[in-house]
């Protein structure tokens, strides 16, 4: 590689010193005339002639020659002379010697580069796919001796265990249909309950105060008893004689709505309108037998058909009960949150009666937030213990049910069994009264 760079090296002195040079002269000075003009002093040939003198520059080489051409032209053009100036090129003189030297030089540059590539030549891409199969090597040596007792037993193979799918209850994309929650009461954990699908809450604060009217449709017992003393948890107690206030007084139910009344509890007599397939003048009976029966001037209308053509039927039979009692309790069981239109009527709605299960699945309308909770009223029943009626009671404050039920029983001939808890939780929730 040295004798080869020094090899260059000469080559470009010599060349650089020895090879001839090349030179530019100056242009021959030239004066330019017009025909019919006096002619230069200097012999010089002329165009046109036959005979031709030698000129100076043959004579003596060192003399540079002058030439006179002559072109027709107009005749007072005054001769014009360029011989003065020199020509740009004057006195530069490059040397062949340095080009050959720039070009060696290149090629020893060239020649370097393709040694490199015969030491280090290009990947060449692969012909045939490469084998992809994953080769799983497990080392079971260990790397961090904690314990010297801990041996491996190098006869035992190792694979890899993918986990297994998620249980379909299970994870983040289980179904909606429950959750499985442990209550408590009193500071004991109560077993576990499936509440069922849920929806989304109507109220993002839920309520804290609520009441609870009871549906009690047995002949007075002790059950009235334990009503009435629940007061005021329980202002209202809905009776039914017999599917409505029959024809004739029944003692009893005379004694006990007395004795309920007097304790500030209010009793509100029952009314079907089976499905709006009463007449109103029947309705409008059933009120006056309530009053003159039993001295009921409150109401629960049952089995209502609240769609749009029927709002007539049931405003007209309010008319009329207005005329009897412009202070009446009225509760409007529609059983479903009615149209918009029936909130027009006095009292409260049954905008949900029906199971537990129904109860968490079921939804409601974005307007029922908007008016005050005691406009309605959720009766929940087949619910059999403490720690569902706890959920379906916190899913009611969600809703905005002011008023609400939980029972067991949907013939309401008798109380829950966790009656007094029921009263308990509501109570807590209005520490005023």
């Not at 090597?137 to 961090?144: G, K, S, Y």
């Not at 037993?153 to 890899?160: F, G, H, I």
Request: proline share 11%; charged share 10%.
């Amino acid at each position: 590689m040295v004798l080869k760079t020094s090899l260059v090296i000469v080559v470009a002195l010599v060349s650089f010193f020895i090879l001839p040079q090349q030179t530019f002269a100056e242009p021959t000075p030239t004066t330019w005339g017009c025909i019919g003009c006096t002619p230069p002093q200097t012999a010089t040939p002329t165009l046109g002639q036959t005979s031709v003198a030698p000129s100076q520059s043959e004579l003596n080489p060192s003399v540079q020659a002058e030439a006179t051409i002559t072109l027709p032209c107009e005749s007072d053009i005054a001769p014009a002379h360029f011989g003065g100036k020199k020509d740009n090129h004057q006195g530069h003189k490059p040397h062949n010697g340095l080009f050959l030297m720039l070009l060696i030089f290149l090629l020893e540059l060239l020649n370097r580069l393709l040694e490199q590539l015969g030491a280090n030549p290009l990947p060449v891409p692969p012909t045939t796919p490469p084998d992809v199969t994953p080769t799983v090597v497990l080392d079971l040596t260990p790397t961090l001796a904690l314990d010297p007792t801990i041996t491996v037993d190098p006869s035992v193979t190792a694979e890899p265990t993918l986990p297994t799918d998620p249980s379909p209850t299970q994870g983040p994309c289980a179904p909606t249909t429950g959750a499985t929650v442990a209550p408590t009461l009193g500071g004991a954990t109560l077993p576990p309950v499936t509440t069922g699908p849920s929806t989304p809450p109507l109220l993002t604060t839920p309520l804290t105060c609520q009441s609870m009217p009871v549906l009690l449709f047995v002949a007075p017992n002790t059950s009235w008893d334990t009503v009435r003393t629940s007061l005021p948890t329980v202002p209202i107690m809905v009776v039914n004689p017999a599917n409505g206030p029959g024809t004739s007084a029944d003692a009893t139910y005379v004694a006990a709505i007395a004795k309920a009344k007097s304790a500030g509890m209010k009793v509100l007599g029952y009314i079907t309108s089976a499905q709006n397939t009463k007449p109103n003048a029947t309705l409008n009976a059933e009120v006056d037998s309530w009053i003159s029966l039993y001295n009921v001037k409150d109401f629960y209308i049952d089995q209502m058909n609240a769609t749009p053509e029927n709002f007539p039927y049931y405003s007209e039979f309010w008319s009329a009960t207005r005329n009897k009692n412009a202070i009446a309790q009225m509760i409007w069981n529609t059983g479903t949150t009615p149209i918009q239109d029936y909130m027009a009527l006095p009292g409260f709605f049954v905008n949900y009666q029906g199971d537990s299960a129904g109860y968490f699945s079921a939804t409601f309308p974005s307007w029922v937030s908007t008016y005050a909770a005691n406009r309605f009223y959720h009766i929940i029943y087949g619910v059999n213990d403490a720690a569902t009626m706890q959920q379906v009671l916190a899913r009611s404050k969600q809703s905005n049910a002011g008023n609400v039920y939980i029972s067991s029983d949907s013939s309401w001939n008798t109380l829950p069994s966790y009656f007094a808890t029921e009263v308990a939780q509501i109570k807590q929730g209005c520490p005023q009264r």
